[in-house]
Every structure is written in structure tokens, then in C-alpha cells.
């Protein structure tokens, strides 16, 4: 078995808290599920897991590229480079969603939660249509979104990178490589369903009241189950040192 | 880095390319079946009494289905390799077979919803079934194709870390979640409910009263693609593309080092503005909905 | 399999972990029994004994539709997709440690996974409860439930296509190749997509099993395309026997469909109601 030895007490706390920053990630990402899709809440019109993994992923490519790449990387420039291939995915995104409900659905922004839009100061309620919860990406949820994806981009980086400097010295580089990358994925996949339960599936960011009332419980939750992969995680390595 | 910056440049708009069809031909894909949210209002409407002949491919969200037809395309390709097939004949096989599970599953969830919606009596309609079902083979092989071939592209000459049914999975899912927040609001917002005015937006009282008639007899799922193929779907494959063409573009340019990282955030930042152009263009050119702002919903 | 009427949760249970569990040792099981044996009995007991592993995986898929079933009617408020996405995700993470904690007592592998992926899925469940506060009375049984099978499926499916389920085999013939990918993400769909596509008021356990059965099955037949690669005749088998299930499960799934469906028309005017 594994002795307790600081190297290890730091790595299960740095899974941790990349579980819990995928998490958090979630929280920023505007998402307003199927009501969106019909214009008929603010934020992009998808659910929140697939949202926040497939950005977190793309994050993953870029930041395992970068950490095959460049032997000196260090893990915030893998972190980095996860969140910058984050933060292109989820703008490119918002910003098509954005041309559709334009040009294709004909709504102007709006958000439901706040009065006015904190970062550009518009007034947002009187460009809601009526019956509807908000439509569209406004400026604010915009930034929210790419900070959240930079937040789950960054997470992605740091859980591989991690585990990469685990696993490497027991295993060839092309299994390490697999054995990591489905790890992180398992490990995102389960931190970002539990905010989604958390926030019952539609969020439009920072802004939004619900943002205060369920990240707390989110994180904390988040922190711990991360924290318990974590530890499997290295014990995976304890067994695969025999 | 691999190739040299020419090379590594062309590779990439060939990547740039191939995404750009593989998200158009996802949209579309999705659009056929009527999958993922805009599915809840085919869902919803037999139960609001609204009979319809619209497929409802109810797999999952578009992440997962995508995911799952081109992590297939992209195994059945690793084996085909290892048989030491042909590249490209091993990536169109791989994608075929993808398609046709993907098509298997898209009959098992038509079939089982409307059998599910038995007391609205909603008819199965095998024709919808049969017409359908190949449509969306159809598109989703050419998607698979794409995503595979960048994935195969990304792993041999690009040397990604990993392997072609990780890269596949990971773009499918990417597509899909990109499909679902660009091209579905198209079809859900507009196409479904084309008979409002336009720009007026939706009241969530007309939620499930869909569009049942076509220009020419009763709507099915090939209209709808028709209609989207417009713009929803051109508009999907522009966000694919320009995600895998800007997520590669600065490290491609720069190396691996924080000048790139820099450049990546100003994309973002540049996107961020044409954005609240956008934001300011349309709160100009339609103005608020200002009558409308002290009223309920009440309309049924 | 055949006379599945309404079951009740225990008896899935019991027959996901144990068919999941005999699927799983029977491809430990049948080659040392071959080597015991000699001539043609022995090598065609070493050539069917992966194929085993993907029977069990159908067992468990058939199980973690049904949990699926019961928790998903609750309402998630994210869509059924999600569970499928965090049984797998835990399930991964046990099957890992499972399989890789035991190192030499490679027979206690599974079991451990088993375990690991009960307690995290507890775990969840009880944070789902009690600290996000769903309100779901079976969150923590299912969480449980779904994760275990999630294990189940990963190890069964994978054991397929490496031909035992012990770790340095399975990194060697599952993840170097990528094919765990596969196993992740299809065993997901194939989880998920029971309830999903049976979604409705009409919805009947009856339809949903046969359906699991037929994305169980269809699972097996990609894992025997990817053994061909890995465990070359053996492959050919899951891939075989994959197909026949399958065809079995989805006329299966098309009875219950004409018998349960308003109607099934070849085509036709939409039927005229009062809207």
C-alpha cells in the first residue's frame, strides 16, 4: 500500500480541487436547457453537463497537446492551455447561438434575473417578450460563460497533468496517456452532473439569484467526491506499482 | 511540433474544413429526427392534442448520440488500421458503421415514445419511419466521416497524445454540444413555431402547439432539415469550425508558451465584442417588446 | 430471460450482479478450466470465454436501465442523458481502483469495483439527498444502483475485448487502443437510452427490458469488432452472438411496440382531435 507522504496528500488535493473547479465552472455556464432552445429563457439552449464537458474537453485536447508538446510545462501553463481551448469552444459557440436568435428567431437579448445588465448597463425587462423567462446571450451572460469555461478548461488541465506525473513513471507513455485521459474524463463527468442536479438544469450565470443560493452546496459536494477520486486515483497507482 | 509552420497551417485549415461540414451535417442531422430540446415540443404535442408526423428521435442530448456514433466510427476504424486497411477506406467504413447504430437506436426511440403516448393517441407511422431513418444515416455517416478523418488526422500526422476513438469522442460530443446550442434554437425557435409572427417571441403558453402543415401537405421531418439547412446548420458548422481552427491557430503560430495563451484570450475577447455588436444591433433594429411589459401571460 | 414480466427492483438487482458478476469470472473461469482440459474442448472453452464478459455486461445494462427507470421518473430537471453520464464516470473510477488495487489477487478485482462503486454512488446519492437537496425518495438506492452497474458494464464489456479483467491486460489490450472509449460511452448510451426512448405516460417496464437487451446487445457486437482486433476468434463470436441477441431483443422490443402504440399505421392524415 501507499505510505502517506506529503507528495501524495498534495496530488489528492489538487484533484480535488479541479473536480471542484469543473463544478464551479458549471455554475457560470448561462444554460437554459430546452426553454432556450425555443428562445424562451436566457442562456444557450442546451443542458448543462453536455455544455460544460464538451468545452471542458476541447480544454482537455489542448492542454494534453501542450503537455506532450512542451517538456517544461508547467501546470499553469497546462492549465492554460486548457482553458484557453475551453474559452475559444463555448465563445464560438455563444457566438453562433447568438447570430441564430438574431438573424434566425428574431429576439433582442435579454435577461430575466437583473434589471440591467451589470456590465454594459442596458435595461434588460422591457426587451423580454412576453410569456417568456428571457431570451438570447446577453453581454453579461457572455462573460460568464467564457470565465466558466476557462474555470472547467483549467480544472481539466490540472486533474491531467497530475495524473500524468502519477501514472508516467509505472506505466508507457501510451498507456499513461489513455489511463489518464478516461480518468479525467470519468472525474469531469461526474463534476459536472452534480451541479446540474444542483441547479436543476438551467442557470443564466454570476448574476443569476440561484448562482449564490446553490454553489455553496454544489462545491462542497463537488469537493468531496473529488476529493474521494482523488484518492482512488492514487491508489490506482499504488496497485499499478507492484 | 511535427511539421513545419506551411504544413502545419494547411493541416489545419483541412481540420478548419472538415469541422465546419461535420457541425453543419450535425445540425441537420438533429434536425431530421427532431432530437434533443426542440424534441420537447414534439413530445409535448400530442399531449396538448397536437397529432403530428414528426420523427422523435428522442437518443439522448446531441452530445451523447454524436459522441456515441463517432467513438464507434472511430473504433471500427483503430481495427480496420490495424488490419492495415486503407486510411480512407477504413474511416468511411468506420463512419458507416457508426451511422447505421446510430440509425438503429434513432428507430428504437421513435418507436418507443410514440408507443409510450398511447393515450393521446398519437399513430405510429411507419412510413415517417422508413424515410426518415435512412436520412438520418445519411447525414450522420458524412458528420462521422468528418470528425473521424480530423481524429485520424489529429493522431497520425499531428501525433495528439490520444488515441482516434478518444480524439472522435471527444469532437463528437464537442459537435454536439455545439450543435444543440446553435442550430436547434433555429429549429426550435423558428421552424416549429413559424406560424407567429416573426421576432415575436414565444409565450411558454404555446409550448407543444406546433406547426403541423407544410407548404404542401402535412409537415414531416424532411421539411424541417429543408428549412434549416438555411441557415442553423451553415451557422453550427462555423462555430465547429472556428472552435478547432482557433483552439489550434495560436499554439500552431506561437509554440507552446504563453504569447499563445495571450492570443487565444484576445480571440475570445474579439468574439466577446462582435457579440455585443450583435446585442446592439438587434436591441436597435427591433426595439423592446415596451407594450407588452405589464401584461401576464394569461393568453392560453 | 425470455418471460420477463413486471420486476421487481430486487430482482433486477440480483440478477444484474449476479449474471454481471458470472459473466465476468466465467472468462477467468473457462480458460483455466481449458488448460485443465486438453484438445479441441479446452481451446474452444479458451476461444468462447471472453464472450462471456459481454454477456454479463447485457445482465448489468438490463439492471441499470431499470434503476435508471426508477430514478429518472422523478424527474432530474437535466434530462435522463446525465445519469447514464455519471453512472459511467463513477463507474470508470471504481473499475480502475478496482481492478488495479488488487494487483496480484486479480480474482478479488471486480468484487472490490463492485464495492468501490457502491460506496461512491452512495456517496453521491447522499450529497443529491441531503445536501443539494433533490427530494428524490430513491436518489441514494439508485445512485447506488446505477453505479454499481456502471462497474459492472465497464469491467464486463472490457474483460470482452482483453479477455480477463486483469489491470495491466485490460490498459495493455483497452485503453492503449482506445477502445475503452467504446465501453465507456456506449455502455452510457446503452444505460440511458431504455427510459429515454420509452419516455411517456405509457411508458411499461416490459418494453424498457427488451430494449436494454437489444442496446446491450448491440454493445457486444462493437466489442467484437474491436476484439477481432485484440483476441482475434473470440471476437468473432461476441461479434456473432452480439447480432443474433440483438435481433432477438429488437423483434422483441417491435412486438411489445405494435402491441402497446395507439396505432400503427403505414400512413396516413393526422387522426382529428379537438385541436
Known sequence: MVAIDPTLLT???LI????TLVCLAVHFIPVGGAPAAMAQATGIGTGTVELAAGSGLVGLITASYMYAYEPLADIPLVMAAGAMGSMVMLASTMFAGSLIYAYGVAVPFASAQVKKDPITGDRQDLYISKGTQGQGIPTICFVSGVVGAALGGAGGGLIYFVLMDLYKPLLSMTSAFAVAGVFTMGVMYVNSVIPSYGVGGTIEGVHDPKFRRVVGKDVITSFFVSILCGL??????????V | MVLDLTMSMAVLALL?????????????????????????QVQLAPQMGFLHRIFNKAISGEPISNGMSAVI????????????????TAIVIGAFIGAIILGIFATTSYAGRVASQTRFKQPLYMDIMRYTTPTIIGHNFIMNFCLVAIAYIQFEVLGYPFTIPFLALIWGISVGAIGSSVGD???GGEREFQNREFGCGLNTALSGRIVR?????????????????????????IALGLTVFFSSWPTTLFGYTWTAIGIGVLIVAVLTIMNRLIELNVRHAYGPYKEEKNEKEAKA | MSDIKERSPNELVLFGIIGGLLGIYLTYILPALGMQISGNVGELLNVIAPTFGALGGICAVMWGADAVRRVAKYGLGTGVPSIGQIAMGMGIIAAMFGLAIVQTKILAGPIVALVTASIIGFIIGWFAQNVIKMKIPVMIRCMTEIAASGTIIIIGFSAAVAGNFEFANIVKLVFDNGVMLAVFWVGAVAMLHPFNACLGPDERQKRLLYLAGSTGAITMAIMGIAATMTLGASGVITLVLGIV????????????????????VGTGLIPKTEA
Open chain 1, 11 to 13: 496530488n489528492i488535493f
Open chain 1, 16 to 19: 480535488g480541487l479541479s473536480g
Open chain 1, 232 to 241: 482512488l486515483a492514487v491508489l490506482i497507482a499504488g496497485g499499478m506499482s
Open chain 2, 16 to 40: 478548419g474544413a472538415l469541422a465546419t461540414i461535420a457541425g453543419c451535417l450535425e445540425d441537420l442531422e438533429s434536425d431530421v429526427g427532431s432530437q434533443s430540446n426542440p424534441n420537447s
Open chain 2, 73 to 88: 466510427g472511430g473504433t471500427v476504424t483503430t481495427v480496420l488500421l490495424s488490419q492495415k486497411f486503407y486510411p480512407l
Open chain 2, 185 to 187: 434554437v433555429h429549429y
Open chain 2, 213 to 237: 402543415k407544410a407548404e404542401s401537405g402535412l409537415r414531416n421531418s424532411i421539411d424541417n432539415v429543408w428549412f434549416c439547412a438555411k441557415f442553423g446548420g451553415p451557422a453550427t458548422g
Open chain 3, 245 to 264: 441477441l440483438w435481433v432477438i431483443f429488437y423483434k422483441k422490443f417491435w412486438d411489445e411496440v405494435y402491441h402497446d402504440a395507439a396505432s400503427v
